[in-house]
């Protein structure tokens, strides 16, 4: 669903992504970590069409990027570190408006289902700037999926949220994979992320340095792994 082919991106004479690799299959969910300016949200963005690459190959659904960047839009679903939503409209407002921009039919009955699906039926009406982080983050992701995308990015989703809340996205996500969604999701939560994913890709310093099929090995090892892999290209920069 994703193919991503010796993949550079450079702001200016900064290397960013040095020459990524990467396949994700259709309805796989990959968890992609890595530290601080690894270039894990430079490659998301450029997956989700807000950035073009320097060089490489990027496919999204046999699309290639950035020539039919158009086309594969109709077939993805965004969640930033910006909700995307407006605060002074309703939450059935909000998915409204989507339903609109998406020119999707039978716009009602989509916004009550996508509401329902995520908790907050009995909220529609409600402004979204009265809403919580978590029920900000639902909304979000009911907006992202609404028009029923084939591929979902998520960049960071479970920060800010408490246990509860991350519970809930825990199982708003599974649902999403078990319709066949593939999934690629951002996170520093190192563990959460090895745990709801089928495989967790490390990134360092714009290149891929371990990849980890979830199961394979423990929380534990893959925490030192982790360490190891990010430490020693750190040391190496140094």
Request: aromatic letters at 6%; hydrophobic letters at 40%.
């Amino acid at each position: 669903m994703i193919q991503i082919k010796e993949l550079v991106k450079n702001y200016g004479v900064n290397p960013v992504l040095r020459g990524v690799n990467l396949h994700v299959r259709p309805g796989e969910f990959v968890t992609l970590v890595g530290t601080n300016g690894a270039g894990k949200t430079t490659m998301l963005r450029i997956i989700a069409t807000l950035l073009k690459p320097t060089s490489g190959e990027v496919k999204v659904g046999g699309w290639p990027l950035p020539q039919f960047a158009g086309n594969v839009r109709q077939h993805i679903g965004m969640v930033s570190h910006q909700a995307l939503l407006y605060g002074d409209l309703t939450a059935a407002e909000n998915l409204e408006f989507f339903t609109r921009f998406y020119q999707l039919d039978n716009r009602t009955e989509r916004v009550m289902k996508a509401l329902k699906e995520v908790g907050l039926l009995a909220r529609q009406r409600d402004p979204v700037s009265t809403f919580s982080r978590g029920m900000v983050q639902r909304l979000t992701i009911a907006r992202a999926t609404l028009h029923g995308p084939e591929v979902l990015l998520m960049d960071e989703p479970y920060t800010g949220l408490d246990q509860d809340a991350s519970a809930l996205l825990d199982n708003l996500l599974l649902r999403e994979k078990e319709r066949g969604r593939t999934i690629l999701m951002i996170t520093h939560d190192l563990a959460h992320g090895l745990n709801v994913c089928d495989r967790a890709v490390i990134l360092s310093r714009g290149q891929i340095v371990a990849e980890v099929e979830s199961g394979a090995m423990s929380e534990s090892e893959f925490l030192q792994v982790y360490a190891q892999k990010t430490q020693r290209r750190r040391r190496r920069k140094a």
